[in-house]
């Protein structure tokens, strides 16, 4: 299969090109570094790299979208006006597969893990711009089979900026982690979060392409994990306890996913959290 992947020089998009061509697939990289962006305004560029595709993965992100930061018109061109072109661009072309990298974050906040029929959350601009795309998709995509991948904590080494990250590098400093508790907690551990290593996204979206009829997909690791274990074990592997601070304000919500479409599909065997924690820290006392 030839593959276009559009934000293949970002972190998730060089682990997933990687992975296509590790199964056998032609890989087309598209990206800002390449030129294929205008990266003023965020809108993918006419390019005849889309021609004679059979499939692609859009996993391009705006830089712009922390809401300390937001360029709303920036936002909008990354996450959907681009993956909007990409995929009639792709269809014109007379591939036949588009998948679309959302994340869990368009849901309505809450404390049971969010199922891909759960209500959506239209207060941000990030996940107002992630659930524009998801309908527009739906509505524009042609022949394409679309389907769209709510993706949950990624992870990995050489990850920057992101809790992860933050997290090695707090505990290292010796930093306290703060713990929230949930409304009735004896003993808070923190927020509970699904977690999803960048090797294991990776592979759930090569093994997904060849799939048809799955419109929406929850991808993280099957357990969700806490704040208090996710800092114990990256403290085990970067030979520094945590130090944790419990606070009394509760916290409004959880991040968790409900994985029973996924397991469904067996697409991919997850490892266990601590062995992908193990593969990822960096940093130390």
């Not at 299969?1 to 598209?30: D, F, P, Q, T």
């Not at 309505?108 to 998801?134: C, N, Q, V």
């Not at 929230?180 to 977690?195: N, T």
């Not at 520094?240 to 996924?262: K, S």
């Amino acid at each position: 299969m030839k593959v276009v992947v559009i934000g293949a020089g970002g972190y998730l998009g060089r682990a997933v090109s990687a992975r296509l061509e590790a199964h056998g697939h032609a890989v087309v990289r598209l990206s800002s570094q390449s030129g294929d962006f205008d990266t003023d305004t965020g809108l993918l560029l006419p390019t005849a790299k889309l021609a004679s595709v059979d499939a692609g993965v859009y996993l391009a992100q705006s830089p712009y979208w922390h809401a300390a930061r937001v360029r709303a018109g920036h936002l909008w061109n990354v996450n959907v006006v681009s993956a909007l072109r990409a995929s009639t661009r792709i269809a014109d072309a007379g591939g036949g597969r588009f998948l679309y990298a959302s994340t869990g974050n368009v849901y309505e906040p809450g404390f049971a893990p969010h199922a891909e029929t759960d209500s959506l959350d239209r207060s941000s601009a990030y996940s107002l711009s992630k659930i524009h795309a998801e309908e527009g998709l739906a509505v524009v995509a042609g022949g394409l089979d679309v389907s769209v991948l709510r993706l949950f904590g990624i992870f990995g080494p050489g990850q920057q900026g992101r809790l992860f990250p933050r997290l090695c590098e707090s505990i290292g400093a010796g930093r306290p982690v703060v713990l929230q508790p949930a409304e009735g907690d004896d003993e808070p551990l923190g927020l509970r979060l699904s977690m999803c290593h960048v090797e294991d996204a990776a592979e759930v979206i090569v093994g997904l392409l060849p799939l048809h009829g799955c419109p929406r997909l929850n991808v993280a690791a099957p357990q969700p994990t806490s704040l208090f274990m996710l800092a114990k074990q990256i403290g085990r592997n970067i030979g520094r306890a945590p130090v944790y601070q419990r606070v009394e304000e509760p916290r409004a919500a959880d991040f968790i996913a409900d994985t029973g479409l996924l397991r469904s599909l067996r697409l991919h065997d997850f490892p266990s959290l601590a062995e992908r924690v193990s593969m990822s820290c960096v940093g130390g006392p």
